[in-house]
């Protein structure tokens, strides 16, 4: 496997120039920008609100100097509240190529667009001299959730990532799972397999917050396509999203932005400190996808039964198809089908050592089905969050 070697000496799978709008006002000019330019190499990511929040520019910085990412072309209106003298000037300490187009300032539409087309084929010359360096699986951090989950999920393509999952973090690498509103029942069982007790208090009390969200919502992770698709009980989806995660032991509690300092297990908070604000903490898979990739995951795993077809911006996103009908019929955008062991053609684990190898393709540079495709969805809404405690120390 090869990575490529960054400043602080992470190692990325990919090398994207990264086109960043810091309002929705300047969304258009930022896409112009990046399409005129193969899609792998240069993607669009950006905040919509006018107003600062920090939860956004932390997750802003986090992706701005992900080890995926080779350079950064920050793209203002020029009156937003988002702070992008200090993002750009976090990106440049990075060691990364940045520039700042202000579309109030150079001229409107057309110069900025032109400008920044100019910079971003210039940039794309300068990163073929990027270090390619040996890329080990304790370099790697990888995320995982599941999206349109139907009644197979829980049992081919969920577990068959938490086999992978298993192998991983015995070779070293770090794997991160999220959803706590899906992990809502499995706290007891969460708990006993963290070897630290106040990381087991932890884990209890992101799951009563995603209860509390939730409730406060008026609604829980359950929507109407996972009872179409089979799905009983919001139980049973609970226990489908839990078994992503293996068996090996939970090491630590991260929020969204912090990165694990070493290889193991990690669950994610995605829930919002204080009263519930802004709606769902979450509101689609892509959110999710952006808090596993600002916390360093450099691939993405994503379960699905139903169908779904998203990809991401930033890290490359292995889809695994839990239902062998829906790969049947959507298997241009599926890369493995976890269906298969439904008719005993295959097993967990081998299904589980598919995964694995779909991870060292890609670190040798194979692209995943959504990648082939153009698939780039990122979304970045408002969210609150507080200090952390002692029982999250597991994390830079």
């Not at 309002?23 to 669009?44: G, M, N």
């Not at 110069?111 to 040996?134: F, H, M, N, Q």
């Not at 991401?312 to 198809?321: E, G, L, M, N, R």
């Not at 005993?344 to 495709?373: M, P, Y």
């Amino acid at each position: 496997m090869i990575g490529y070697l960054r400043p602080d000496g992470r190692k990325g799978v990919r090398d994207t120039i990264l086109v960043v709008y810091l309002v929705e006002c300047a969304h258009f000019v930022a896409r112009e920008i990046a399409s005129a330019f193969a899609p792998q190499k240069v993607q669009v990511i950006g905040f919509p609100g006018c107003y600062p929040n920090d939860y956004a520019f932390a997750m802003m910085r986090a992706l701005c100097t992900h080890a995926n990412v080779g350079a950064v072309a920050l793209v203002s209106l020029g009156c937003e509240g988002f702070d992008r003298g200090e993002l750009g000037s976090a990106i440049a300490a990075s060691g990364r190529p940045t520039t700042t187009l202000t579309i109030q300032e150079t001229g409107g539409t057309r110069r900025t667009i032109e400008t920044g087309r100019r910079w971003v084929a210039a940039t794309l010359e300068s990163l073929k001299a990027t270090p390619r360096v040996p890329l080990a699986w304790a370099d790697l951090i990888v995320g995982t959730i599941c999206g349109g989950s139907d009644g197979t999920s829980g049992i081919t393509a969920n577990p068959a990532i938490g086999r992978c999952f298993d192998t991983l973090v015995r070779d070293g690498a770090a794997c991160i799972f999220t959803e706590a509103g899906e992990l809502v029942g499995c706290e007891d069982f969460m708990a006993s397999r963290s070897p630290d007790p106040a990381v087991a208090d932890e884990v209890y009390r992101c799951l009563s917050k995603a209860a509390t969200y939730d409730h406060a919502m008026g609604h829980g992770s359950f929507a109407p396509g996972n009872a179409e698709g089979g799905l009983t009980t919001q139980e049973e989806k609970s226990m489908g999203a839990y078994a992503k995660s293996g068996d090996s032991a939970i090491m630590g509690v991260l929020r969204p932005c912090e990165r694990p300092a070493r290889g193991g297990l990690f669950l994610v908070d995605d829930i919002p400190e204080g009263a519930p604000v802004f709606g769902y903490p979450n509101v689609n898979d892509n959110a999710k996808l952006a808090e596993l990739i600002a916390c360093g995951a450099q691939i993405l795993l994503f379960s699905t039964g139903r169908g779904s077809v998203v990809g991401s911006a930033i890290a490359p996103v292995v889809k695994i198809c839990a239902n062998p009908d829906t790969f049947e019929r959507l298997g241009d955008d599926m890369d493995i089908n976890a269906g298969a062991i439904l008719s005993g053609a295959t097993t967990l684990d081998q299904v589980g050592a598919q995964i694995r190898d779909a991870i060292t393709d890609i670190c040798r540079g194979a692209e995943t089905k959504s990648e082939a495709l153009g698939h780039q969805e990122f979304i970045l809404s408002y969210k609150t969050y507080g200090a952390l405690g002692p029982s999250c120390l597991a994390r830079t």
